[in-house]
Structure formats: structure tokens, C-alpha cells
């Protein structure tokens, strides 16, 4: 079906039973917007294509060259107009696309309403405080329960609390006095190395001797 049928021709029937859906409003919008952009498309190219007519004659057949001018300019009016007017067919069709999505999203909160009641007549308020009121008592009691089994039995077996404290100040200063021993225990101290410089031995006796004896002939030789 062609774009003028859908528009002017099919649907007739239908619009005048109930009146257009919105649905089928925002088609036709499409449509015709569809259709605009491809008259857009081919104004443009004519616009093109007489401009090059124009530069082509120039000067030459100016005659001619002024009339390729004249239908440009008639197309780029035209141009504008198609502008025009798909601007104010995408505001229609926005508008209507917003209202159709307020429609549906107000008939689904209805029927989440009416749903909703429906789930209610089912309940009394009194029931549902018993009810609520039987859960806490069985809360309460489950905790009861579960303390009563988690405390300790000592099967007889008692044990008085102020000697065990005792018993553990003792272990507790035993393990403190042997900390004290190890930290203040005999500490070994390095000894300074020997060193390893050789020293100057002692003169000899006889070394003294011949010394003695070497400054007295000396003496006599100065007494000559």
C-alpha cells in the first residue's frame, strides 16, 4: 500500500467506527515524514544540479544561466517549506508518542490497582494482626529454647571460681618470674683482643757491655 493510500484512502473504515488509535496516528505521522525527507532529498539535488547549469552557461548564455538561478531559488523554497513543516510533524508526532506512553502507563497502574485490591479482599486486617502476633510468640519462644540449650552443664561437676583465679594469679606470676630471669640472667662480655703488634724487646746486658766499651776507646783515641 502506498504512502497517499495509507494516508488518505485505507483505514477510513476504521477511523470512523472509533476514531484513530494512537497507534496508528504515529504511523501515519512516520509516513508522511518518510515521505517529506524524500522530496527533501530530491530538492537538493535539483538545487545541485541547477547550480551547476548556472556556472556552466555563466557568461556565455547568461539568458540561460539566469533561469537555472530562478529554479534554484524556487527549490530552495520549497526546501524551506518541507523544513517547516517536518519540524512541526516530529513536535506532533513526540507529543503523541508522550501522551500514548502516559495512556498505556496509566491503564497498567489500574491494573496494578485493581490487582492489588483484589489481593486485599482477600485478607482481614484482624487475621493478619493474630497472625503477625503468633509469629512473635513462636520468635520468642524459639529464642528461649535455643538459650535453655546453649548453657553449660556441668553434670555435677561444680568447681568454686575464686580458687581456679588463684590457681591462674600463680601460673600467671610463674610464667612473669621466669621472663625476669632470662632478661636479667649473667651477660657473657667480649674480651679485648690481643694485639698483634710485636713489641721492642729489652736491651741485653752484653749489648750494654760493648757500648761501655766502645765509648772508652773512643776516649782514649780524643786523648791522643
Known sequence: MSVFGKLFGAGGGKAGKGGPTPQ??????RDTEEMLSKKQEFLETKIEQELTAAKKHGTKNKRAALQ????K???????????????TIEFQREAL???NTNTEVLKNMG??????????????????DELMQDIADQQELAEEIST?????????????????MAELEE??????????????????VPLPNVPSVTLPSKPTKKKEEEEDDMKELENWAGSM
Open 24 to 29: 496508528d496516528a504515529i504511523q501515519r505521522l
Open 68 to 71: 537555472a538561478l530562478k529554479r
Open 73 to 87: 531559488k524556487r527549490y530552495e523554497k520549497q526546501l524551506a517549506q518541507i523544513d517547516g513543516t517536518l519540524s
Open 97 to 99: 508518542e508522550n501522551a
Open 111 to 128: 491494573y496494578a490497582a485493581k490487582a492489588m485490591k483484589a489481593a486485599h479482599d482477600n485478607m482481614d486486617i484482624d487475621k493478619v
Open 148 to 164: 535453655a540449650i546453649s548453657k553449660p552443664v556441668g553434670f555435677g561437676e561444680e568447681f568454686d571460681e575464686d580458687e581456679l
Open 171 to 188: 601460673l600467671e606470676q610463674e610464667e612473669l618470674d621466669k621472663n625476669l630471669l632470662e632478661i636479667s640472667g649473667p651477660e657473657t
